[in-house]
C-alpha cells in the first residue's frame, strides 16, 4: 500500500488541507517551509495523499474491439491482459489512473467470452457487474465494424443504468476512419469520439470528455448520513458460503443459492438486522461456479468482486476453513486492502473442523495471510448460525480503525522518537532522515511523511508497523508516501 510520491506540479484543482484542520495547517506549513521545502510541493503532497475513494471509470464492450489496449493507453502500462483467450486469468480488474491531474480508477472487463453461454449473455454479464461499481462508463465500439446487435444490448443496458456514458469509437487510424465513427451517432449516446487505443490518436480529447462526466467523488458517500446504515461488502470466492452466511444473519432466505445458468438479475443490497443495528450488505451472490462456467468463473467472480468492493466501506473476506488458503482467497484480500477499505477475515464451517485441522489452518494464516495480520478474525458457521453474532463487533472495530486520525503533533512526537530509536539504515554513504509528517486522510489513513532521501520499503513497512502498535488502527489498510526534499532546498 505505500509509495513514493514525486512533486507534482500540474495539478489545476485547489489545494486543500486533506484532514488538516486551517490551525494545524498553518503550523504544518511553517514547519515544512523550516525544512526547506517549496510550499507547492507540500500543497501537492498532501492534496495527493489526502484524497478520498477514487471515482471509478468502467471500460466495456464486446470481445476484440480493443477495451485491454485501451486500458493500457489510460494507465499509461502494459498491465491489463491483450490477447484475450478463454480461460485466461486475471489477477487484477481494476487498476489507478491519472489525466489531466486527477486520479481515478479504471474497471477493465477485458473480452472473455464464453461460448456455451453466447456472446450476448457473456458480454452482458460483464457489462452489469462492470456498470454497477462505476461513476461513469467508456463503452467502445469497433468503428471499422460499426454498431452490431451486441452493441445495442450493451446500449440498452446503459440507458437502465442512467450512468454518464463517453463512446469511443476506437480503430480509427485515421481522418479516412472518421467517416466510420460518424455513423455511431445512431446509437443514440451522444457524440463517438474517434480513438485509435493502439496508437494513441484522440485518446486525449476522449479522456477530456471522460473528465467532464467523471465526479470528483464516488457517488456513494461513505457513512455520513445521519443514522444511515454502514455499507458491508461479503465477498470471497464461489462455493464459499456467502450466500448461506446472509441468508443466516438476515433470518430468512433473501438470496437464492442456486441460480439457473446464464440468468443475469439486477443486484440488490440487503437492509440487514445485526446486533441491534441496521447494516447494509452489498449483495455479491450472483456469481457461482456453474460446470459449464468453470473457466470463466474465476475472472467473473473477480469483476463482481471488484463492483461490490468498489460500493462497500468494509469488506468480510469469507474463507472456508475446511479447505487450504487459496490463491484466489489471497487474491481477494488483497483486493480488498489495495482499495483502501477496512478489512475482516471470517472463517466459516469452523463447526466441521477437527484438531489436525485447526492446527493447520494457524500456520497457514501466519504465512498465507501474515501480510493482513491487523485485519479482525471471527470463526462462524454460516450453516449453524455459530458465533455469527461476533461479525458486528469485528466489523465495527475495523470501521473504527478506518476512521482513525492521529493529530500531527502527536504523530511528529511519534516520529522523533521512532527515527532516534531506529534511525534508517546507512545506504551507497548517505542516511536519509525523516523530517516530519501528517496523516492527510482517512477512510483508510493516508500518511504523508517528509524525507532528506529515499525510504525503503522495508523502513516503510517498519512505520508502518510501528504505527500500528503505537494508535492502533485494526481493520484497516495503511497508505504510507514519502515527498524527498529537493536538494536545491536544503538548509542547514
Not at 506549513?29 to 471509478?56: K, Q, S, T, W
Not at 444473519?249 to 443475469?264: H, Q
Not at 485494526?474 to 532546498?489: L, N, Q
Request: with cysteine; charged share 30%; proline share 5%.
Amino acid at each position: 500500500m505505500n509509495d513514493h510520491s514525486q512533486p507534482d506540479g500540474s495539478a489545476k484543482h485547489e489545494h486543500d488541507h486533506g484532514a488538516l484542520g486551517d490551525a494545524e495547517y498553518a503550523e504544518f506549513m511553517e514547519l515544512a517551509a523550516e525544512e526547506g521545502f517549496e510550499r507547492e510541493d507540500v500543497e501537492g503532497a498532501i492534496e495527493a495523499a489526502g484524497h478520498g475513494p477514487l471515482p471509478v471509470l468502467a471500460v466495456i464492450g464486446r470481445p476484440n474491439v480493443g477495451k485491454s489496449t485501451l486500458v493500457n493507453r489510460i494507465i499509461g502500462r502494459r498491465e491489463a491482459v491483450v490477447e484475450d483467450k478463454p480461460g485466461v486469468t486475471r489477477d487484477r480488474v481494476t487498476y489507478e489512473a491519472e489525466w489531466a491531474g486527477r486520479r481515478f480508477k479504471v474497471v477493465d472487463t477485458g473480452g472473455w467470452e464464453q461460448d456455451v453461454l453466447g456472446i450476448d449473455a457473456s458480454v452482458a454479464a460483464q457489462a452489469e457487474y462492470a456498470i454497477e461499481a462505476a461513476d461513469a462508463v467508456v463503452f467502445v465500439v469497433d468503428a471499422k465494424v460499426g454498431a452490431t446487435d451486441t452493441d445495442e444490448a450493451v446500449v440498452r443496458l446503459l440507458r437502465k443504468a442512467g450512468k454518464p456514458v463517453v463512446l469511443c469509437a476506437n480503430k480509427v487510424d485515421g481522418p479516412s476512419g472518421e467517416a466510420d465513427a460518424a455513423y455511431l451517432w445512431s446509437l443514440g449516446l451522444g457524440e463517438p469520439y474517434p480513438v485509435s487505443a493502439l496508437h494513441g490518436r484522440g485518446t486525449g480529447d476522449m479522456l477530456d470528455q471522460v473528465l467532464e462526466v467523471l465526479p470528483d467523488a464516488p457517488a456513494q458517500t461513505f457513512g455520513t448520513a445521519v443514522g444511515g446504515p454502514r455499507r458491508v461488502a461479503l465477498i470471497g470466492r464461489p462455493n464459499v458460503g456467502k450466500s448461506s452466511l446472509l441468508n443466516k444473519v438476515a433470518g430468512e432466505e433473501r438470496v437464492v443459492v442456486n441460480e439457473l445458468a446464464g440468468t443475469t438479475r439486477d443486484p440488490v443490497d440487503e437492509l440487514i438486522e445485526l446486533g441491534g443495528k441496521t447494516w447494509k450488505f452489498v449483495d455479491t451472490a450472483g456469481i457461482r461456479k456453474r460446470v459449464h462456467l468453470q473457466q470463466g468463473a474465476d475472472y467473473y467472480a473477480s469483476l463482481r468482486t471488484a463492483a461490490a468492493v468498489e460500493k462497500a466501506e468494509v469488506a468480510v473476506v469469507l474463507i472456508d476453513a475446511s479447505e487450504s488458503i487459496s490463491v484466489q482467497d489471497q487474491r481477494i484480500v488483497t483486493m480488498a486492502v489495495e482499495a483502501g477499505r477496512a478489512l475482516v477475515l471470517a472463517f466459516n464451517k469452523w463447526d466441521t473442523l477437527d484438531e489436525e485441522r485447526r492446527y493447520y489452518l494457524e500456520r497457514e494464516i501466519e504465512t498465507e495471510l501474515g501480510q493482513v495480520a491487523w485485519a479482525p478474525r471471527v470463526n462462524v458457521s454460516a450453516r449453524t448460525g455459530r458465533h455469527v453474532e461476533k461479525l458486528v463487533p469485528a466489523i465495527e472495530t475495523a470501521l473504527a480503525g478506518w476512521e482513525t486520525r492521529v493529530p500531527t503533533g502527536r504523530l511528529n512526537s511519534f516520529l522523533g522518537e521512532l527515527v532516534a530509536a531506529h534511525p534508517h539504515p546507512v545506504r551507497g554513504g548517505k542516511q536519509p532522515r525523516i523530517l516530519f509528517g501528517t496523516q492527510a486522510g482517512t477512510k483508510p489513513p493516508r500518511f504523508v511523511l517528509f524525507a532528506t532521501g529515499f525510504i525503503e520499503a522495508g523502513y516503510r513497512r517498519f512505520i508502518e508497523r510501528r504505527l500500528r502498535e503505537e494508535f492502533g488502527f485494526e481493520g484497516t489498510p495503511i497508505h504510507i508516501s514519502v515527498r524527498v526534499r529537493e536538494r536545491r532546498g536544503k538548509k542547514k
